[in-house]
C-alpha cells in the first residue's frame, strides 16, 4: 500500500473493528499498517473480505497474520493467471513488437528472464514448460513484495530495438495485454531496462525452493 491508501485502510479498518465490536486504537492501526502495507489496497480489502466469509474462521476477529495469510493464499492462482496471460502473448503477439501487461509483476519477472525477445524465444514445448515454470514460481516468490511497487521495466520486441539503433526512426507502439485500462496505467510508468529492480536474496530463494519442488 502507499501513503494515499491510508484513508481507505483506515475505514476498512474501522469498520472490520466496529463489526468485531473492537476499540482500535492508534497503536493497533500502526502496527496493522506496517504489517500489511506490503501489499495493495485491494488485497488487504478482499483478505478482509474472505476472514469475515470464512465459516469459522469469520467467528473471530483477524489478527495481521490472518490477513497475510489470505493475501498469499491466492499466488497459486494468480500465477497461473499471469503465465497464461504471458504465454498468450508469445503465442499472438510474438517477439517483433513491445507488449504491456495490465500487472507491473509480469514485466519484473520477464526482464529477470532475460527479456520479451528471450522469454519468447521457445525452441519446442519442453523448453515452454520449463520457462512456465520458472515464471510462475518466480511470481509466487515475488507476490506481495514490494518489487509490485516498482515502476514496471519496458519489454521490447525486435522491431523497436532495431529502430533504436536508426536515427530518426519512430518507435512502434505496444500491444496492450490483458485489462487495457490497467495496462495503458502500467505503460505511464515503464521504466528502461538499465534501471533494474533488485530481487531480495529471500525471493530468489524461495523462487528456487519453488523450482525444485516442481521438479522433483
Excluded at 492508534?26 to 500489511?36: A, V
Excluded at 469475515?52 to 497461473?80: F, R
Excluded at 519512430?170 to 531496462?193: C, F, N, Q, W, Y
Aim: hydrophobic share 35%.
Amino acid at each position: 500500500m502507499q501513503v494515499q491508501d491510508m484513508e481507505k485502510f483506515s475505514k476498512i479498518l474501522s469498520w472490520v473493528f466496529a463489526y468485531y465490536e473492537k476499540d482500535l486504537t492508534d497503536l493497533t492501526f500502526e502496527m496493522y499498517w506496517n504489517g500489511l502495507k506490503d501489499y495493495s489496497i485491494e488485497q488487504v480489502q478482499e483478505a478482509f473480505n474472505a476472514h469475515m466469509q470464512h465459516p469459522e474462521e469469520g467467528k473471530w476477529w483477524p489478527k495481521v497474520s490472518d490477513i497475510i495469510k489470505h493475501c498469499k493464499g491466492g499466488t497459486q492462482d494468480n500465477a497461473l493467471r499471469a503465465w497464461n496471460e504471458v504465454e498468450t502473448a508469445i503465442r499472438k503477439v510474438g517477439a517483433y513488437q513491445d507488449v504491456v501487461f495490465h500487472d507491473p509483476l509480469i514485466h519484473h519477472i520477464i526482464h529477470k528472464m532475460g527479456g520479451w525477445m528471450a522469454i519468447c524465444d521457445i525452441p519446442d514445448e519442453k523448453s515452454l514448460v520449463f520457462k512456465a515454470n520458472e515464471f510462475k514460481n518466480t511470481y509466487r516468490a515475488m507476490y506481495g513484495t514490494s518489487a509490485q511497487n516498482q515502476p514496471p521495466v519496458e519489454l521490447t520486441g525486435i522491431i523497436n530495438a532495431q529502430n533504436s539503433k536508426i536515427e530518426g526512426a519512430k518507435k512502434a507502439p505496444p500491444v496492450l495485454i490483458g485489462d487495457p485500462k490497467k495496462a495503458r496505467e502500467v505503460m505511464k510508468h515503464l521504466t528502461s531496462p538499465d534501471k533494474l529492480i533488485t530481487i531480495s536474496r529471500t525471493s530468489q530463494k524461495l523462487a528456487r525452493q519453488l523450482t525444485e519442488q516442481s521438479a522433483g
